[in-house]
């Protein structure tokens, strides 16, 4: 009997000692670091996820960075934007914000979620040993090109920035307080990782040797060139830009799109006139630009909710010839059969049968003849276009040389697609036409996401945003240097005391 | 898979039945005898369900419903032991006779209850531990309860329970003696009958028979690296003693809101409107041609309703066997339209003696939920947000009869009522156990269950709604999955010598858990009539569809020592060893010791002196236990998909990016607890008295550390920071009055915990939340801050002075403007700055306290049960919100010139430059006391009819739940928090770090409204 007792509890015993030997835990559903960089085309993954990182996920939410709201800094804190949904958009409309706002913070998280895609994508990409060191060049490439857009956007917000690269991951210091790193030094450092891209990039994707199909969203040739310009334009590195905006013209690929509202469409989701978009499909991955720019109550364009609008201050300057002028819903019959338009002024009181509309919707991202009637659409967002390079070199020229018939050719040029009134040299001098390109800038680029660089290059953000303010019945708060730049966002304050906002608003 | 592993557990268990059964009977033929008896109680009545033990040995049996029993004995001066719950133990040598009566004493019974531990039960008087015990008739129960949480808040001392969500069906917020823990759940550890499960609190509260809180490392480290919250041991019922008795029982209730915002009508919200854009220079939105109505959205959207209870149990017990199945159904309609929750359940419970040396059992319990989700979270998406903040003067519908829109955005009774929103949960778990007297005192016990949890939601945007329109209707499914197969086998060896008797336990865990998680939608539907049910029928397949699978591994082995000197002096000492998957190689193992001991003071001369005490035990404690619940894979650097299109057609270029920041150096965060108890008997026993203080430190915390977001993350979990919880507890139980005809009982228990954080992780200063987005266009901001010598959720903010008025002089404010909301310069620098911020009141109540009183008189009982927190605070964000929109302050908001005299400034607090929407005005004192319930019942005495004989008991009930509450606080109820961690229901299969932000307590915003319930119900017993 006991025996048989001791037979149980030793074959009980066993049984305790018997399971779960390993406890590895079985990866199902995740790559790791041992199987995520293998091949070709796990490289080619870890470089489109940099790409994807310029706008928000493929479902849901798809409102962040480059697919709107990077424009809230952008532009609707110049005298181009409004918001009248109060708020932190209000804030930045108004010149009021301060670091506790979202807006400001969401552009620095989601600028630098690229740059550490981009970190991370290198030094993995990097250290491959199953690609070709052709396939490397190329991979790398495109990622510092992306990554160079984004500290581009951060330092135009925010001046001087933490530099993150792929060189902090070796041993990396996640608790680390660094200290922000000079637009200069961020810009040599740029200008060397685009040199480097534009010489191993091509022209296009068609007829790739790595990639099958012709993606036109990835980075080219002109578009490093194109960036590096705009970065010496932020410089005012004249020289620079004339020759760049030279060699971009001679690459001849690009021009004008014959029609300034065509260009905009959505079914224009890349023409001769693209250099570098952001690419949404409405059905795979749609953004919310529709919702946020589409007009209140309007009879076509469904269900939107006129959120970046434009001010009627500045719809009011083109002329009616202007093609660029009708790229606005300013009057239309509202699903209520109210006519919705301009008040004689800002707070007139609409007589029966209309509605006053505080500020006025753009087609930029809305046309009527787009994805009226899904929640997402697929509108591109253009980063960089041909237009820009030559606006940039009439720019550079002019500073370079004085008036200049090349720079008032070249401005006309971008005029004459749109029947725009054109320039005549005489009636300009330098000066005068430094102010005629930043207006035509305005009227060019407006939600593209440079009115703001603009107005600061050319140090009119005080005295343009000011007399605005002014007009439209609202402190004229900002002052220079203070508005600058951007406060480092407030969590980021916190984290790192030196992240230093004394000096800004 | 599934199938195949349950086969093998139940051929396993089947194998090791059939061994102990065809085991011969050690009975030898010398001196056996049969004797026979009937146990009664002192008026003489037979006595069902005594146990009569043939002492020193495993014999035993148990009476019969004539109180009658039957032995065999052997051995050489045999000696019955008899024992019965409530009755004072005997002893009877058993000589010559063979037929006995034996008249049992009612005991002092607190004393002598039996409670079930981790791994064992112990005698409660031999308890070293900390434990709270709450049994079926101490519980809240019937009405809208429907959680373990609700039946037990307010009734066991240190266990903070928290009701911070009132929709049907939802979870509680339990922690036990403080948190622990910063970023990880705090919720304790669920045990139902011997089974570690998430899912334990959402199991049917009728079914309970009691519930044993541990609370110190003592009772707790037998669970190691789970232990650290507490854990809640659940027993459910097995059938009444001696006879088959059917229960019934029927409720219905009515519930009424208590929570009613104060709102303007239409034609006031439209002329404020007006005038506020006019003082911002801007267009009037509602011009004299806008349809102005007036419409009611809050009584558009809720309602008071009902609530039923249905349960019907059978039980029986005999000497070798007992069992229970109950079978109850539960229906509640929300106060809030669409939110109705209705719940099948049934358990089986069963246990079997086959010979004197082999018991087995098995316990099944099977649940199906089916709920109207709504969002409830603190978020603008919520439907009480867009119920709030409703313009009052849209209309509800068109002319045709189509819902209205105003903005392009579905008003909020489209929102609440239009989109399908399901969600079935079903549960099945199942154990079997089988216990095996390999040789005298020395007990195999294995057990062996799975679980297996589904969860689907299904929704559906019909036409009718913006979303809906612009996709042809929209579906999606949602199913996530969760499985955890267990297996237990421990060994007991008790044995005595002289006045040394010693109980020893060794045992090893091992366990699985599988979870799954797909999603699959379509969009493009003729018709919405399908709903979520026919994803084909969809023209267009979206979202794509996504599945993820994670794994978790635990194996342990566990040790326990008991040793009682003379019954006087007792000491448990245990050890676990946790090894987790989810820590990396190196880091698997946590080793958990603790050590406790008792001395029983009772019988010492120097007690006896006193003539105090007619019971005195004091106990002290300390030991470690661990936590190990974070995200899976976190030691692993893991890639997830991101992606986009890059290509001239449509198709989506595949991109991979980091999840998170791994840390493959993460392990285990410790706790260590000191405990010291007295547990206290005065008056013969009529007034017991448990009081226990506490330090319990934290270290090692799985932190999720705040990064620089130049890093691609906002945080990482590592291992950092210390966290102290010290408090007291008193639990107290009196017999105030007892005679024959009227009895009155009180339980009372108080508990004071203080928490304070002692590190964080290196060079990180300080760690926030944020509140939600007060509105779509303003974002959440800094609401609560972390600092060492703070406690968890302290609210941070500025410091509200007034309004600032027109001619204020306000250099700290430059540019403001009259009407804006006025900070105080606290670091007097002359400016308003974020570094002018405070903390504004902690969140977590200091205090909890319950109050029970029992009273019977003949027939009736009365129950009146007081529960309250004190010393807490909300962040009242409905109020800030209602304030700038459509609440009735706002006809007080700031008029320059006109209306100047107010504390409302103008058109909130998202205008200005200078400081914050989170401020000192909206944090409210919250502390409050609140007659939980109230129910009187009535025993018909049916026994007086002899045709109704059958029936054993018939009873009446009416109650009140939530009847009042005696409250400073304005907002939507004192016990609300959105931002509340919740019950821990395995991580989050779609993300790497479940969210749980103990850092966020107490902000009000959204929440789903109060409401007080009244149920009536009648209850027969048949036998």
Excluded at chain 2, 17 to 23: K, R, T
Excluded at chain 2, 649 to 677: C, H, R
Aim: hydrophobic residues 35%; contains cysteine; charged residues 15%.
């Amino acid at each position: 009997m006991k025996r048989q007792s001791l037979i149980f509890l030793v074959l009980a015993l066993s049984i305790l000692g018997a399971c779960n030997k390993s406890l590895d835990p079985q990866v199902y559903s995740s790559l790791t670091n041992a199987n995520a960089f293998q091949t070709e085309s796990d490289a080619i993954a870890a470089v489109n996820a940099v790409y994807a990182r310029l706008k928000g996920p493929s479902i849901g939410d798809n409102y962040v960075y480059w697919t709107v709201r990077h424009f809230a800094l952008t532009d609707l804190t110049t005298d181009i934007g409004h918001c009248s949904y109060g708020g932190d958009p209000g804030q930045l409309s108004l010149a009021q914000w301060n670091s506790a706002n979202g807006l400001i913070g969401q552009d620095w998280q989601y600028a630098y979620k690229l740059v550490s895609d981009a970190n991370n994508a290198i030094y993995n990409i990097s250290a491959m040993s199953g690609i070709t060191e052709a396939q490397k060049t190329q991979f790398l490439s495109e990622i510092k090109f992306c990554r160079a857009v984004a500290y581009n956007d951060l330092t135009d917000a925010f001046g001087p920035v933490i530099l993150s690269t792929e060189k902090d991951l070796a041993s990396p210091n996640f608790n680390s307080q660094p200290t922000p790193t000079s637009v200069e030094t961020i810009d040599s450092l740029l200008i060397g990782d685009l040199q480097a891209a534009s010489a191993a990039l091509p022209l296009n994707y068609a007829n790739n040797a790595i990639y099958s199909t012709n993606d036109i969203g990835r980075a080219t040739k002109g578009a490093a060139l194109t960036l590096m310009m705009k970065i010496y334009l932020r410089a005012k590195n004249w020289q620079k830009v004339a020759d760049i905006s030279q060699q971009i013209i001679g690459l001849n690929v690009y021009s004008l799109y014959p029609s300034y509202l065509g260009l905009f469409t959505e079914a224009n989701k890349w023409c001769s006139e693209n250099i570098f978009s952001v690419l949404c499909d409405a059905n795979t991955n749609g953004a919310e630009l529709m919702n946020h720019f589409g007009p209140l109550n309007h009879p076509v364009v469904q269900n939107r909710w006129q959120y970046y609008a434009v001010s009627w201050d500045f719809w009011n300057s083109f002329d009616d010839q202007d093609d660029r002028k009708w790229c606005f819903y300013p009057s239309y019959t509202g699903v209520d059969g109210l006519k919705y338009m301009q008040g004689p002024t800002l707070t007139s009181v609409a007589p029966p049968g209309f509605s006053y509309m505080a500020d006025i919707a753009t087609k930029k991202y809305a046309d009527s003849t787009g994805s009226v009637l899904s929640y997402y659409d697929g509108h591109s967002v253009d980063i960089l276009r041909y237009a820009d390079v030559l606006l940039s070199r009439a720019e550079a020229l002019n500073e370079l040389n004085g008036i200049n018939q090349e720079s008032v050719d070249l401005i006309n040029q971008v005029k004459g697609r749109s029947h725009a009134k054109q320039l005549t040299m005489a009636n300009y001098t330098q000066s005068t036409l430094r102010d005629a390109i930043l207006q035509e800038r305005g009227w060019e680029f407006f939600y593209e996401g440079k009115r703001r660089e603009d107005l600061i290059r050319m140090n009119k953000y005080d005295v343009l945003v000011n007399a605005y303010l002014t007009r439209i019945g609202q402190p004229a708060v900002v002052t220079l240097p203070k508005n600058k730049y951007f406060p480092y966002p407030l969590s980021q304050v916190t984290l790192n005391p030196n992240l230093n906002n004394a000096d800004r608003q | 898979m599934r199938t195949t592993t349950s086969f093998l557990l139940y051929l396993g268990l089947w194998v090791l039945a059939s061994l102990g059964v065809s085991l011969p009977t050690r009975a030898q033929k010398k001196d056996v005898k049969e004797i026979t008896g009937t146990v009664t109680d002192a008026r003489s009545g037979p006595l069902a369900g005594v146990t009569v033990n043939l002492k020193g040995t495993q014999r035993t049996t148990v009476t019969d419903a004539a109180g009658q029993f039957r032995l065999t004995i052997t051995g050489h001066n045999p000696v019955l032991q008899i024992t019965s719950v409530g009755y004072e133990d005997q002893e009877i040598p058993v000589g010559g006779q063979s037929r006995f009566s034996i008249s049992l004493q009612p005991s002092n019974k607190k004393l002598e209850e039996v409670v079930v531990v981790g791994y064992g039960t112990q005698r409660k008087r031999d308890l070293t531990g900390a434990v709270s015990s709450v049994n079926s008739e101490h519980m809240t129960l019937g009405g809208t309860i429907s959680n373990v949480g609700q039946a037990i808040q307010g009734r066991a001392a240190g266990v903070q329970v928290q009701q911070a969500d009132f929709s049907p069906g939802a979870g509680m917020n339990i922690v036990i003696r403080g948190g622990n823990s910063i970023t990880t759940t705090n919720q304790p550890l669920y045990v139902v009958d011997g089974f570690t499960t998430d899912n334990g609190s959402y199991i049917n509260p009728n079914d309970i028979e009691d519930i044993q809180i541990l609370k110190d490392a003592s009772a707790t480290a037998i669970y190691g690296a789970r232990g650290a919250n507490g854990v809640v041991l659940i027993t459910t019922k097995k059938g009444k003693a001696g006879k088959v008795i059917i229960e019934g029982d029927a409720s219905n209730g009515q519930q009424y809101l208590t929570y009613k915002p104060s709102l303007i009508n239409g034609t006031q919200y439209a002329a404020i409107q007006n005038a506020i854009a006019t003082e911002n220079n801007t267009t009037p939105p509602f011009p004299a041609s806008f349809p102005n109505t007036n419409t009611d959205w809050w009584k558009l959207t809720t309602q008071n309703s009902s609530v039923q209870n249905r349960t019907v149990n059978v039980s029986s017990n005999d000497k070798n066997s007992r069992i229970y199945v109950s079978a109850s159904y539960l229906k509640q309609i929300g106060v809030l339209k669409h939110t109705d929750m209705q719940r099948y359940s049934g358990r089986v419970g069963a246990e079997r003696s086959l010979n004197d040396r082999v018991k087995l059992g098995a316990n099944v319990y099977a649940a199906s939920t089916t709920s109207d989700v709504q969002k409830y979270s603190g978020d603008i998406t919520a439907p009480l947000y867009s119920i709030l903040t409703a313009p009052p003067n849209i209309p509800v519908y068109n002319p045709d009869g189509t819902y209205y829109r105003y903005l392009g955005k579905d008003n909020a009774l489209a929102t609440l009522m239009e989109p399908t929103n399901t969600s079935v949960n079903k549960l099945v778990n199942g154990n079997m156990y089988f216990d095996y007297e390999l040789i005298p005192h020395l007990t195999y016990h294995i057990s062996a269950g799975g679980e297996f949890s589904q969860t689907t939601n299904g929704q559906y945007i019909p036409l009718s709604l913006v979303a809906g329109q612009a996709n042809g209707g929209a579906a999606t499914e949602q199913m996530g999955t969760s499985e955890r197969w267990l297996v237990e086998q421990y060994l007991t060896y008790k044995f005595t010598t002289g006045s040394h008797s010693f109980t020893a336990l060794f045992g090893t865990t091992n366990q699985k858990d599988l979870l799954q998680f797909l999603t699959a939608g379509s969009k493009g539907y003729s018709t919405d009539i399908f709903l979520n049910n026919n994803l084909g029928a969809g023209a267009t397949s979206y979202p794509a569809p996504t599945t993820n699978k994670q794994e978790i591994k635990l194996s342990s082995f566990f040790g326990r020592l008991n040793y009682a000197y003379n019954d006087k002096l007792l000491a448990t000492f245990t050890l676990r060893d946790d090894i987790s998957s989810r820590f990396g190689p190196n880091f698997r193992h946590g080793i958990f010791p603790s050590g406790a001991l008792a001395w029983r003071m009772t019988d010492e001369t120097f007690v006896k002196s006193l003539n105090t005490f007619s019971s005195l035990k004091a106990r002290v404690s300390y030991g470690v236990t661990g936590n190990d619940r974070i995200g899976n894979y976190g030691y692993l650097s893991t890639f997830s998909p991101y992606n986009t299109v890059l290509g001239p057609n449509s198709t989506l270029s595949t991109g991979i990016e980091p999840a998170s920041l791994s840390n493959n150096n993460l392990k285990w965060e410790s706790n260590a607890q000191f405990d010291f108890g007295l547990d206290m008997g005065f008056a013969k026993g009529k007034v017991n008295a448990t009081i226990d203080i506490y330090r319990k430190k934290t270290t090692d915390l799985l932190l999720a550390v705040p990064v620089g977001q130049w890093w691609g993350f906002s945080t990482q979990t590592a291992n950092a920071g210390s966290i102290e919880n010290k408090g007291i507890e008193l639990a107290l139980n009196t017999e105030n009055i007892r005679t024959d005809n009227f009895s009155w009982n009180t339980t009372f228990n108080i508990a004071y915990n203080r928490q304070k954080d002692l590190t964080l992780a290196n060079s990180v200063k300080v760690i926030s939340t944020n509140t939600a987005n007060p509105s779509g266009v303003v974002s959440a901001q800094e609401f609560t801050r972390l600092e060492p010598g703070k406690e968890l959720g302290v609210i941070y903010g500025y410091k509200y002075l007034g309004v600032i008025k027109t001619g204020d002089q306000n250099t700290a404010q430059p540019n403001a403007k009259p009407g804006d909301p006025k900070f105080a310069d606290l670091n007097g620098d002359g400016k308003i700055t974020p570094d002018d911020r405070t903390y504004l009141g902690n969140t977590n109540p200091h205090y909890i306290a319950g109050i029970s009183n029992d009273l019977h008189y003949k027939g009736f009982d009365l129950n009146i049960f007081f529960q309250g927190a004190f010393g807490y605070n909300l962040y009242d964000m409905n109020r800030l919100v209602l304030e700038s929109t459509t609440g009735t302050a706002v006809l007080d908001r700031f008029v320059a010139g006109s209306h100047e005299n107010t504390s409302v400034p103008r058109n909130g607090y998202f205008l200005s430059t200078y400081g914050s929407y989170v401020n000192s005005r909206f944090v409210e004192n919250a502390s409050y006391v609140r007659l939980k319930q109230l129910s009187l019942s009535y025993n018909i005495p049916v026994n007086l009819i002899h045709q109704l004989s059958f029936i054993d008991g018939l009873r009446i009930y009416a109650s009140a739940q939530n009847l009042l509450t005696f409250t400073g606080y304005k907002g939507t109820d004192p016990e609300v928090n959105v931002h509340a961690a919740g019950n821990y229901v395995g991580a989050n299969p779609t993300s790497n770090s479940p969210t749980v932000s103990n850092t966020a307590g107490g902000l009000d915003f959204n929440a789903f409204p109060s409401f007080r319930t009244f149920v009536v119900g009648v209850r027969v017993d048949i036998h």
